[in-house]
T-cell receptor, first 114, second 113 residues
Framework: DQQVKQNSPSLSVQEGRISILNCDYT??????FLWYKKYPAEGPTFLIS?????DKNEDGRFTVFLNKSAKHLSLHIVPSQPGDSAVYFC?????????????FGKGTKLSVIP | EAQVTQNPRYLITVTGKKLTVTCSQN?????MSWYRQDPGLGLRQIYY???????DKGDVPEGYKVSRKEKRNFPLILESPSPNQTSLYFC????????????FGPGTRLTVT
């Protein structure tokens, strides 16, 4: 059973426009969420996170929104740039349960078209 | 430079021939982990370690072993590799108090024929 779902395998966006990547989760015990970015031939790199006590976290062009009631989070990139083209992974954890695991989604490949 | 290194980066081997993929980090992180990435399946955790001599299974531990004899090293051992272990492997590390923000190595692409 997939606990973190990224239902869009790919997304294409014009440079300068907004990119919205979505993620749904099923485990209501998750209370910490992250986005990682991965370029080809490199390891994933941490991008932004959000705790369940917040509904929004912003870092420059990147904003993550969390809707706990819908078990949904999204990553907004504004404005999108060609260098943002990468695979984006959503991840979640339940630190309160003493779990030391991160559960990842399958990833969404973002292509930003110049 | 803070980093996680993995060796080898590429490996082609045959079924049943024992191999070890090394992982080392220079950030004094307590937590280390191994993941595999497969098409359509994303990143799945194999094993993790919270500190020296403390290891635990992730979601897909079958066919793998790990050890944590030193804080900086966390090797992944395949005692008898099989073709279904052909994958892209990533090692990662972080401080225990900041588990979400893991630093990943560059990956090891393993092919088992």
């Amino acid at each position: 059973d997939q606990q973190v779902k990224q239902n869009s395998p790919s997304l294409s966006v014009q440079e300068g426009r907004i990119s919205i990547l979505n993620c749904d989760y099923t485990n209501s015990m998750f209370d910490y969420f992250l986005w990682y970015k991965k370029y080809p031939a490199e390891g994933p790199t941490f991008l932004i996170s959000i705790s369940s006590i917040k509904d929004k976290n912003e870092d420059g062009r990147f904003t993550v929104f969390l809707n706990k009631s819908a078990k949904h989070l999204s990553l907004h990139i504004v404005p999108s740039q060609p260098g943002d083209s990468a695979v984006y992974f959503c991840a979640a954890s339940d630190p309160g349960a003493g779990s030391y695991q991160l559960t990842f989604g399958k990833g969404t490949k973002l292509s930003v078209i110049p | 430079e803070a980093q996680v290194t993995q060796n080898p980066r590429y490996l082609i081997t045959v079924t049943g021939k024992k191999l070890t993929v090394t992982c080392s980090q220079n950030m004094n992180h307590e937590y280390m982990s191994w993941y595999r990435q497969d098409p359509g399946l994303g990143l799945r955790q194999i094993y993790y370690s919270m500190n020296v001599e403390v290891t635990d299974k992730g979601d897909v531990p079958e066919g793998y072993k790990v050890s944590r004899k030193e804080k900086r090293n966390f090797p992944l051992i395949l005692e008898s590799p099989s073709p279904n272990q052909t994958s892209l492997y990533f090692c990662a590390s972080s401080f225990i108090g900041n588990l979400g923000e893991q630093y990943f190595g560059p990956g090891t692409r393993l092919t088992v024929t």
